[in-house]
């Protein structure tokens, strides 16, 4: 708070003017010149290349005439999560294995849970003695 | 009490005047290196009060993060100035923050001003802070593990604690460890400040710059405060290096005596210092961004080899 008051204490010019955003001479400018948050994480996507694997697809349709103009361009660009890839698919695929040989057992049939019931009596009674 | 906050102002001017002087040296060194006559060394003086005396340009497109930062970095950089033992280890506010706390207060600068980047919408602002980001992430472990290492062997992350020890057990510093330590945060006090390897403060082309490319949307008084932060970032950096790894001179009691033979001290180790970055940034080219990662990984390995050696070598 201190810094704005010595700033006027030393004269610095207050004046303020708003003018729009430096277009590196280009006249007309929109919101699609912004970084885009996948810019903004370009760099640590190359870094960290390894960790991320990213996959990406470039495909240009160019001109017939000449390869200096082009018609469309596409861009496509997918980050694998490596943790996702090698700890919790497997572990998922494990429970879900485990979790459809645990249906075996649960039938829908009344008689068979009342068996699941006496049996489970009978092991604790067991267990007890 | 009186003389406490004497001290404190003392060290706060010191930091405020003597940080422009320090890049008028580096520039000026660097020129005569070059073959260059080179502009005097009160010329980012000249260029300060250059800048506060004309009209701002703001953005239309900007919020209130980019007014505020330039008054953030400031206040950020006067506020480490009163915590890091420029002259004296007794300086009566160093109890509000360690070493970490410092680094960080430092990082909240860079996080700003990477936020003001992207303020204005321009391609070069996102661009800048982009790199700035992604190179501050890189540099972040190194510094930590750096100061670990020092701090290990002085028993403490406190900065007078560390000086303190220093001065006073000077075997201490004779060690494989301490010397890797003072390379690994050397290399990033030269990336954290904009410096040669990693980015070159000298340039305004648009594809190779990062901290320029960051404030090009900055004008008048708030360029003005913008650099006079950058500048004091630097000057802290190096005081921070050549007070904890070359801590003679620096004032152990609060008399005049000491304090004057401290600043002596301060005036010859920071030359030293700028003699070194300027022949650095003349024999360096700078580095291509995506090889930069390589250099801050040496310089983590580094850092790393320090905190080992802390435990092998007592």
């Known amino acids: 708070m201190a810094i704005p008051l010595a700033l006027r204490l030393i004269g610095a010019d207050k004046r303020r003017r708003y003018y729009e955003t430096w277009g590196c001479g280009r006249a007309l400018q929109t919101a699609r010149f912004e970084y885009t948050a996948t810019a ?28 200096y103009f082009v018609r469309t361009i596409a861009y496509y660009n997918e980050g694998r999560l490596i943790f996702e890839d090698a700890l919790y698919r497997p572990l998922l695929r494990v ?6 040989q645990a249906r075996v057992l649960q039938s829908g049939n009344v008689h068979g849970y009342l068996v699941y019931i006496l049996i489970a009596l009978v092991v604790l009674l067991i267990l007890t003695v | 009490m009186l003389a406490e906050i004497a001290i404190e102002i003392l060290q706060m001017l010191l930091v405020m005047f003597g940080s422009p002087l320090l890049v008028g040296v580096i520039r000026k060194a660097k020129a005569r290196l ?29 919020s209130w993060i980019f007014r505020f930062t330039p008054y953030l970095l400031a206040t950020t950089m006067l506020l480490s100035a009163l915590i890091i033992p420029v002259l004296t280890v007794r300086a009566p506010l160093g109890f509000m923050g360690n070493i970490i706390a410092l680094m960080y207060l430092f990082l909240l600068g860079t996080f700003f001003l990477a936020l003001a980047g992207l303020d204005a919408g321009s ?37 007078d604690g560390i000086i303190t020890r220093f001065a006073a057990e000077p075997l201490l510093m004779l060690n494989a460890g301490h010397l890797l330590a003072f390379f ?10 904009g410096r040669l390897p990693v980015d070159n403060p000298a340039t305004h082309l648009e594809l190779t710059m990062i901290h320029e490319a960051m404030i090009l949307e900055y004008s008048g008084r708030l360029l003005a405060l913008v650099e006079w932060a950058a500048g004091m970032k630097l000057f802290l950096f190096l005081t921070l290096l050549s007070n904890l790894f070359f801590p003679w001179g620096v004032a152990l009691t609060n008399t005049p005596l000491p304090l004057f033979v401290a600043f002596l001290a301060l005036a010859v180790k920071l ?9 650095a940034e003349t024999s360096v080219a ?20 320090a905190v080992v050696t802390a435990f092998f070598i007592k």
């Open chain 1, 40 to 67: 903004f994480a370009n760099p640590f996507k190359r870094v960290f290349a390894l960790l991320y694997r990213p996959v990406k697809e470039l495909d240009i349709e160019f001109h017939p005439e000449s390869r």
């Open chain 2, 34 to 62: 070059q073959g260059r006559r080179g502009a005097g060394v009160f010329q980012p003086c000249a260029d300060l009060r250059k800048l506060l005396a004309k009209e701002v340009v703001v953005s239309e497109n900007t």
């Open chain 2, 184 to 193: 690994a945060l050397f290399i990033v006090a030269l990336a954290e400040n």
């Open chain 2, 286 to 305: 700078k580095l291509r961004l995506f090889r930069v990662p390589e250099l801050l990984a040496g310089s983590f390995t580094v850092a790393l080899l």
């Open chain 2, 271 to 279: 030359l030293l210092f700028a003699g070194a970055i300027a022949l």
């Open chain 2, 123 to 159: 391609a070069f602002g996102g661009m800048g802070s982009s790199r700035e980001v992604a190179i501050a992430a890189l540099a972040e472990p190194t510094v930590l593990i750096a100061i670990f290492g020092i701090a290990l062997r002085a028993g403490t992350t406190s900065l």
């Open chain 1, 95 to 100: 429970i879900e294995t485990l979790a459809r």
